[in-house]
């Protein structure tokens, strides 16, 4: 059984997350709860738990804090825990600046049971991995191989504006045999419906390769992001990696490479570069390896576009379907698309995600089915093979949230005019009233107000106003003692004749019998 602990200042919460998953995963955990951060770290200490579930904002000891804690404990303890934050729509920055501190996941509030779960499958999944690790022994070799490609993960993937002992550092990767001066690799495989290739299965097949290849001496990893990361291997030896994919009839392989370095701090500047020359193969969908030497000073940065993106925003739900287009290809400088940074790139997508696709999410959220499926296949570029493919499902997706939300605006607007039709309708029932009267009140094509008023009330005009002035009739039967003929005019009708024929086709009866029945009613009470 596992120590989980809970960390929220809502009992409610507390009380909520553990019954959900004391349900959904029976003499699993053994759950203790803490109403904020110093509770919690407090609980640690005196008996540390392999899984902490924290808010980001409570008194006392904020999320972060904790987290920032925990962190500073490591090598203090047996136990390092896997981290899952919550957080609120408005933390959400708070969120990803605490990925920093190795959180492996975060769920947005109200918490949604799947994803908890979801949460809790994959940190058991990480938890049995480090279990592994710990207990393969047997095997020297591997097991420090396995150690320095945990301590090179964590190298890479620190902050750059981190101070690292070098000398601590440089022993815990082997940094002493790399094959030097090196060059730093990324490596990924993606099929052409832009999944990406399993990591032990992509490790089995390089490690196939590297059997024949005489650069055996470096470091090896897999960073955060799935990427293949490989040290101390020359320029060669990737283009023939890449030529062995390829005759195996596998052009999925895409592969960028740093320039040289010979100091163990040109890892992470190398790890860098590395990144940036595949970005470039994302780019370019015929080149499948870049080296940064060659490409770096080509590619334009340029600044957000505030102002664009705004208007983006603005135009989804109205007829301006071109002018999106047109707009998005403005946003991404399609037309310098071989010379513009994939950073830049990467930041402008992160910007329609958060500034345009979440707000209509947040405004309209689940339903939206069908276009959330599609949302999730195009939240994040590295769901695609090349930019062409993300940019081409990007503008289907933008346009058929313009269409959703044009649909939904369209229905509040139909459901306004309807209501000011009705309204007008029952104030000028007694008037000489037509359809063509009132849909050009509404300022709606006569066919189109037709069919929209029987979608709206149920009922085809005519027959809506036939009822609205008997109803009136009927009530004028009741509290006047006016003549019949006066009651049809004052209700509308044209004569006494029709007044009759309509009455009776709705009631049953005549005016003249149900105001006797009237009458009668009264008078036996």
Known sequence: MRNLIIVDDEKNIRNGLSMMIEREFPNQYQIRMAAQGQEALDMFRKDPAEVVITDI????????TLIESLAGLAGTTEVKPVLIILSGYDDFEYAKAAIRYQVKEYLLKPIRRDELFTALRKTEETLQWQADIHQRMASGETYLQQLQAHAL?????????TAIDLEAA??????EQYVKPFRVAAIKYKYEDGNTMNKEELKQLIDCVMETSEERNGGNCFDSSGRLVLIGRSERWCADLAEKFKEREMDGLFIGISEEGTRMEHIRKGYDQALKALGYTFVHPNVKQASYQELHEQLNMYPIP???LRRLGNML??????????LLLEIFHIPDMPHVDVSYLEQVSTRI???????????????MVEVLKLYRKVGT?????????YFRNLEHLLLSVNEYVKSIRSAHSEHSEMKAAVTYMEANYHKPLNMAMVSNHVSLNYSYFSEAFKAHTGENFVLYLKKLRISRAKELLHSSNLKLADIGKQVGFENMK???????????????EYRLKVYSDAGNR
């Not at 904002?57 to 972060?64: A, F, S």
């Not at 440089?170 to 940094?175: L, N, P, Y």
């Not at 995600?353 to 339903?367: A, K, T």
């Open 57 to 64: 904002r409570m008194p006392v000891m904020d999320g972060i």
């Open 153 to 161: 993960k964590e190298l890479l993937e620190q902050p750059r504006d």
């Open 170 to 175: 440089s022993r815990a990767i082997g940094f």
């Open 306 to 308: 505030e102002d664009h």
């Open 317 to 326: 739900g109205t007829d301006r379907e071109r002018e999106i287009k047109l």
């Open 353 to 367: 995600n958060e500034q345009i696709l979440d707000e209509v999410f947040r405004m309209y959220g689940e339903s």
């Open 381 to 389: 570029m590295d769901n695609h093979r090349h930019f062409h493919a």
């Open 498 to 512: 029709q007044f009759s024929r309509v009455f009776k086709e709705l009631e049953g009866i005549s005016p003249h």
